[in-house]
Every structure is written in C-alpha cells, then in structure tokens.
C-alpha cells in the first residue's frame, strides 16, 4: 500500500489525514508541536469550512465555539453593520486542531506529536528529513507546514510586504461581551487593519496587521501599538475598557506572502501535495483561510484517491481558489491606501449590501465545492 506522510498536524494536514485514513490509506501525521498551541490565526470557521469538516464525520458544534452572523465594518468613529451571508463560528486553533488530530487517530491515521519535518529531497524518490531522528521515505508528502517552510520545498513566492502580525486573546468586560456577541468588528486605521470576534468560553480574539513603518513610528512594541490605536479608535477604546489579556505576549509574524497560490510546474515533484497555506494564501480580513484549507485538503484527498499526480491537484486548486485570491488581494491593497480605504469606506455606509457581496466573492466558490462535495 502507498505510504502518505502529512507534514504538519494543523487544519489542513489533520483534516487530510482523516479523510485518507477513512478511505483505508496508510497516512502518518508528524507535527512538529508536543502538545496544542495556540496559532495567529482570526479563527474564523466559515460555514464551506464547517461543511467540509462535516464530510469527514468531524462534530466542531461540540466544541463550543461562538456563532457569529454579524459584520460590523469601523473607521474612525463610524460604523457599518450587515448581516452576513452565512453564519460563521469563533474558535480557538488551539482547541480546534488538538481535537482535529484526536479525530485524525480515532479514523485510523498514526499521529506523532513533537516530531519536526526538517526538509524535504525529491531527486531520488522521496526523503523526509527529521529532527533528531533517522530520514524516511514515504511514497507522497502533504505538506502541510503552514507559513514555516521546508528545505527543499520552499514556496516560490513574491516578495511579500513589510506586515507585521499580532494576535492576543482578552477578557472582555460584560458590557463590550454582549456588544461583540454575534459580530465580526472589523475596524480600518491608517497603515493596516484589525479584527476582534469572541471564540469559546468567553474570550475575545483580537487579530491585527500592521505596516512595519507605523509599528516603529509608535515605539515598536505591542503595548505602544495597541496604546496608539485605541487613543485612535472610540469603538475599540470602548471594547478592551478593562479588559484583561490572556497571553503573556501576543503571538507575532512577520511578512506573511498575501496573494500566493502555488502554480504547478514542469519541476515540481509529483509526490509533493501542498496544503493550507503551502498552496494558497488570502488576506486575513476575508476570514476565508481555514476553509481554503480546509478545501485544499478535500481536493489533495479526492486526488490521491482517484490515483492522480500533485500537478493535477495544483492545477484543479488553483483554479477553485485563484480568482478568490485575486479578488481579496485587490481589496487588501486598496485597503491599506488611506485615500482609497475612506472612499471605500464611504460606499459601504451608503450601500451595506457591498459588504455582503464582497464577502460572496472572497469565499470558495460554489462551483469549486460542488465538484467535491
């Protein structure tokens, strides 16, 4: 039987792994982590996402997420509020992908926690090389490693924007709890964006992009950037009034490739199936990431399966998602334009309905799902 390995144990990696080992596939999971961790991540499970975890028997309404139906779109001191096309749920990947992977065992997969994929060699069959212990030779790779890279492997990817990433967890006071409850609040600032929703058991996820410059310009710590943007922003300044955070620092990144999708080529290796963001990356502000993984690990199970070639997945994903990608990458830029950013401000306050439409348009398209599902 065709050996599978999975490099990477988050969303895409665990899901896949589920789905082959429910097909009788001899797959094995090697994620770097020993136990769950949390990740930057707006958690945000759309409802494609949550169907495709449906497909592989995954109950996610047993873990106590918090459903949000709501967009409230924030520049300045203004405010938009539109109803979502779909309901949504907050969650921690903390608590998400733990139980994921427990499911991943449960449906027959070997899963090895705290085991790091070094790099990848395909001149010669397939070698996986492992930290700490002997190389491997399984017969395909999912790699499913996130933004982290693998020597051998990397993503060709353009040269991505000087963005830095936070992310810190709160304990919101009851009055801005029950005003969240529901909502996505996506607030707009010069120079980036930030997005705050509850997940489970009561806690806030407050997810920001901000441009390197801006970040510096303030005093280039966490605790200056969020002291800038709140003396900025009265929604926000009322939001985290008392507010207590969970981490002892925000979780950081730093150039993440928005816009990426992996394009087959001539060179690549045919036992190398990408996941996740290995083979897609949308701007954050969509909250359409984890289903793009999601997706992607349904479409690279459905190939393997039928017996087909990585080129011939990459091909049929970069069709699903391009123009997905494309759309948010264009709204991604024009948002961080100041001049650009209140003028489209200004058409979702006189038309909400845009709102909506665009977040049609940055989702997995039906037509793409409809093939799979």
């Given at each position: 039987m065709t050996s599978i390995v999975v490099a990477g144990g988050g969303l895409?990696?665990?899901?896949?792994?589920?789905?082959l080992a429910r097909a009788g596939r001899d797959v094995t999971v090697l994620?770097?982590?020993?136990?769950?961790?949390?990740?930057?991540?707006?958690?945000?499970?759309?409802?494609?996402?949550?169907a495709?975890?449906?497909?592989?028997?995954?109950?996610?309404?047993?873990?106590?997420g918090h459903r949000i139906s709501r967009l409230r779109l924030v520049r300045d001191d203004a405010s938009v509020c539109v109803g979502l096309p779909f309901e949504g749920l907050g969650i921690t990947r903390r608590r998400l992908d733990a139980a994921l992977l427990d499911h991943a065992a449960l449906c027959g997969a070997v899963v090895r926690r705290g085991v790091a994929v070094r790099g990848a060699d395909c001149s010669d069959g397939l070698r996986l090389d492992l930290a700490g212990e002997a190389p491997?030779?399984?017969?395909?790779?999912?790699l499913a490693t996130g933004k982290h890279d693998l020597r051998g492997v990397r993503r060709q990817t353009a040269e991505p924007d000087a963005l830095v990433g936070f992310k810190?967890?709160?304990?919101?006071?009851?009055a801005a709890r029950q005003a969240l409850a529901g909502h996505i609040d996506l607030i707009l600032f010069d120079d980036g964006y930030a997005g705050l929703q509850m997940v489970e058991d009561g806690m806030a996820n407050l997810s920001l992009l901000v441009d390197r410059a801006r970040l510096q310009r303030v005093g280039g710590t966490w605790s200056a950037l969020l002291a800038n943007l709140v003396k900025g922003n009265t929604l926000l300044a009322d939001r985290l009034i008392g507010a207590t955070p969970l981490l002892d620092q925000p979780l950081?990144?730093?150039r993440v490739p928005y816009g990426f999708v992996h394009r087959a080529a001539a060179n690549d290796p045919d036992r190398v199936y990408r996941l996740g963001d290995q083979a897609g990356v949308i701007p954050s502000f969509t909250g359409d990431g984890m289903a793009i993984a999601l997706h992607s690990a349904t479409r690279a199970t459905t190939a393997i399966i039928a017996g087909h070639a990585a080129s011939v997945y990459h091909r049929a994903l970069q069709r699903d998602i391009g123009g997905q990608v494309r759309r948010a990458a264009a709204l991604y830029r024009l948002a961080r334009?100041?001049?650009?950013?209140?003028?489209?401000?200004?058409?979702?306050?006189?038309?909400p309905s845009l709102l909506r439409l665009a977040a049609q348009y940055t989702r997995v398209p039906p037509r793409a799902r409809s093939a799979l599902y």
């Open positions: 895409a990696g665990a899901a896949a792994a589920a789905a994620e770097r982590n020993a136990a769950p961790a949390h990740k930057i991540c707006g958690e945000f499970l759309s409802v494609e996402a949550q495709s975890l449906v497909a592989i028997g995954f109950n996610v309404t047993a873990l106590g491997i030779r399984p017969d395909l790779l999912l810190m967890y709160f304990r919101l006071n009851p950081t990144i730093f334009m100041p001049l650009a950013q209140r003028v489209l401000f200004g058409f979702a306050g006189t038309f």
